[in-house]
């Protein structure tokens, strides 16, 4: 026993001292991070996250298969925690067991039970791993950049704990026969069938066996502990912190204002030394290395993402994989400078005098430029550091992966452990645009178009009421009988929206949304030539600065009117006026027209008189649907119209986008294949004779696709329509 617990004690203290001086390391380097605000703020929400996320696995088990194996591990090992603490105690005090609940027989069952449960995952993971073999899938496997050697390692560790686990036990189910402690294991049938294998060596082979095994325990669990340390396997630690601290109730929707000094920097005078978006990974905060430490490499986000799936640079998976190796590459200086790198100034110089050359030139490489020519992906390699070697001839962020974000939001709705993607690329585009001037020359117009035009096309305002003389039912503009406030007697404030205003599809949209709320006894007002842009494409694009004048101006002027209730037919709309403004002290009670007519039929207002005879599949928007969660109301309301639906099987939380999202209405796509086809191909598939819409933006890029297939000689008849044409359709004889 002697010995037993000299050679425990003296690997436990061992390997623990080197796990310790690993831990203090990875809290000192997100300590270093910037400030970050809000994000401990609405304990109760935080609490609740923890609990679904974390022990209920909600997001995981969006995926059916990896899901439950990944409880199996994870509660697995939550579990066997009671047979860790009773393995280090052994190691000095024979047959010690936890307090009071250590020889329950269900305890030991549970046990038991868990650890074949865990053996029953690595299975399932192995098999997992083996059906998407990034050499053979390529691209097309979600583990395709992720370090799947490590991968493979942990797999073995895991296996590692538990077998060693049951053979010490097993050993033990034979050394206390006929003792006080017989009953000590009672209930655990695994290690009893274990025991029954080891049971024809003798008393002393079997007391050597249990000594030796729980060494060999002991010392896997504490190796273990230093591999997910240096390993992406950091997320074991990590992501619990990340979904506390993370956004809620996601990092959907809204996005972050800029902060300075814990509030959000005001652009009529921001301060001279306020840092506008990320350009360096000194710039960026705790949160976000904390984000970066919590990437399991899992690769939902990669699965999902439209930009990946259509053959760009962009993988959300390894754009967050580079941001961490290079925050843990120059991790000795991003804790010298201790967050103020400003990219210039006196900390920045000594933070640089403080370390090796090495660092330095990582700290001096570009951060954003063009990978044009060089492989985007990342090594399937496995480093113990838990980074790769960053080459300098690289810049960390290629400027083509970053462009081609549509911030649809698949990659944040995917991520198992609430990583913020969207919210670092925008930050970095914002860093682009207002410092260093280099973004798609495509935008130079739109940017253009919204600060003088007030639209993205560059139309007169004037043309903004165009479409009310197309229509044979009185349209209210205000301002036309001297309001200066929303009369008490209007319902609705019917946001137009800019392509709603002069967009030929669009308009069409805007006139039947019109219509029918004129059928259903709405009143509803216009602000005409009043309206201009919410500034949703230019915050998108990274122009915080003109976002901000765009939404301060709108903000000011429906103040103004006293605007309370406002009805859109653009989820970016919808998004921008309900969810950001509040920032910016506008709060308004915004709905979709899909959410309002919906409402209407179910309150009779508005009754379908003809049924529609068309097969449809309806296409969500990502800023309708995964942003704003609106996914119920089109459904119902094509429903409502009698027509018969057929789902896509990328639907619901899993659309993939049509690709006009994050600006890129406004930018060419010269890299892989075009989006809006890809999507518009798996909506022909289905047969569909209708593909139903409910964003000018879709109605657009798949109108655009449909007619590059009919033009190749498919897709004979497919139309594409807004939920609202449906409906009126229905509505009228």
Not at 241 to 257: D, E, F, K, Q
Not at 297 to 302: D, H, L, N, T
Not at 616 to 624: A, E, G, I, K, S
């Amino acid at each position: 026993m002697l010995i037993r617990a000299v050679v425990g004690v003296l690997i436990t203290v061992v390997l623990l001292a080197f796990a310790l001086k690993r831990g203090w390391f990875l809290v000192s380097l997100g300590r270093a991070g910037k400030p970050a605000t809000g994000r401990t703020s609405d304990a109760p929400k935080r609490v609740e996250a923890e609990a679904t996320e974390v022990l209920g696995q909600r997001k995981l088990l969006k995926w059916t298969i990896p899901g439950i194996a990944h409880v199996f591990a994870f509660w697995g090992f939550m579990v066997l925690g009671i047979t860790v603490v009773t393995a280090f105690g052994e190691l000095v005090i024979e047959h010690w067991h936890v307090p009071v609940i250590g020889a329950w027989q269900v305890v030991r069952f549970m046990e038991d039970l868990f650890a074949v449960l865990v053996i029953v995952g690595v299975i399932m993971f192995a098999i997992i791993r083996l059906a998407n073999n990034p050499s053979k899938q390529g691209r097309a496997s979600r583990f395709f950049g992720s370090h799947t050697k490590g991968a493979w390692l942990v797999l073995l560790m895991i296996f590692l704990v538990v077998a060693t686990l049951l053979m010490y036990r097993g050993a033990k189910t034979n050394t206390i026969i006929d003792t006080i402690y017989e009953n000590d294991m009672g209930g655990a049938f695994a290690s009893t069938v274990v025991g029954g294998w080891l049971s024809p060596l003798s008393l002393t082979a079997n007391e050597w066996v249990e000594t030796v095994f729980i060494w060999a325990h002991v010392t896997v669990i504490l190796v273990f502990l230093l591999i997910v340390l240096h390993s992406k396997h950091l997320h074991i630690f990590s992501a619990p912190v990340n979904v506390y601290t993370s956004r809620r109730p996601n990092a959907l929707g809204p996005l972050l204002p800029i902060y300075y000094k814990g509030e959000p920097v005001n652009f009529e005078d921001p301060p001279d030394d306020a840092t506008f978006g990320k350009g360096h990974i000194g710039d960026f905060t705790w949160k976000n290395y904390v984000d970066f430490m919590a990437c399991t490499e899992c690769g939902r986000c990669q699965s999902q993402c439209p930009a990946w799936n259509t053959g760009k640079p962009l993988s959300p998976k390894l754009m967050i994989m580079n941001l961490r190796d290079t925050m843990f590459t120059q991790a000795p200086y991003l804790m010298a400078a201790n967050g103020e790198h400003p990219g210039l100034g006196e900390m920045h110089e000594q933070a640089l005098a403080a370390v090796s050359t090495q660092v330095r030139e990582q700290v001096e490489r570009p951060f954003i430029g063009s990978r044009e020519g060089s492989e985007h992906e990342a090594d399937d390699g496995y480093t113990f550091d838990g980074h790769r070697t960053m080459s300098l001839e690289l810049p960390v962020i290629d400027e083509d992966a970053l462009w081609s974000c549509t911030t649809c939001g698949a990659c944040v709705n995917q991520c198992p452990v609430d990583i913020e993607h969207i919210d670092h690329f925008v930050d970095m585009r914002r860093n682009q645009v207002m410092i260093a001037s280099e973004f798609p020359t495509e935008l130079n117009g739109l940017f253009k178009n919204l600060e003088t035009k007030g639209n993205p096309w560059g139309m007169n305002a004037s043309g903004r009421n165009d479409w009310i003389a197309e229509v044979d039912f009185e349209v209210r503009v205000f301002g036309a009988d001297g309001e200066d406030e929303i009369p008490a007697d209007v319902d609705y404030l019917f946001w137009v929206g800019c392509a709603g205003a002069y967009e030929d599809r669009a308009k069409q949209t805007t006139k039947n949304v019109a219509e029918l709320m004129h059928i259903a006894g709405v009143n509803f007002m216009v602000l005409g030539e009043g309206e201009t842009c919410t500034g949703d494409p230019a915050r998108r694009a990274g122009n915080e600065f003109l976002f901000q004048m765009q939404a301060m101006q709108n903000v000011e002027v429906l103040n103004e009117i006293k605007a309370t209730k406002i009805v859109v037919t653009c989820p970016h709309c919808l998004n921008t006026l309900g969810r950001e403004y509040p920032q910016n002290g506008g709060n308004y009670e915004v709905v979709h027209h899909t959410q309002l007519l919906d409402q209407l039929v179910k309150e009779g207002r508005l009754t379908p008189v003809e049924s529609v005879d068309q097969t449809v599949t309806y296409h969500d928007p990502c800023y309708l649907g995964r942003h704003n969660n609106v996914y119920v109301p089109p459904r119902e309301l094509i429903a409502a119209t009698g027509a018969q639906t057929i789902e896509m099987e990328r639907h619901g939380d899993k659309s993939f986008c049509c690709g006009a999202g994050g600006a890129r209405m406004w930018m060419e796509e010269k890299i892989g294949t075009r989006v809006n086809v890809n999507r518009a191909d798996e909506a022909i598939a289905t047969g569909a004779s209708t593909i139903a819409v409910a964003c000018p933006f879709c109605s657009v890029m798949l109108n655009d696709a449909v007619t590059v297939r009919q033009q190749e000689g498919t897709a004979a008849g497919v139309e594409v329509k807004d939920v609202a044409t449906l409906m009126l359709q229905a509505a009228k004889k």
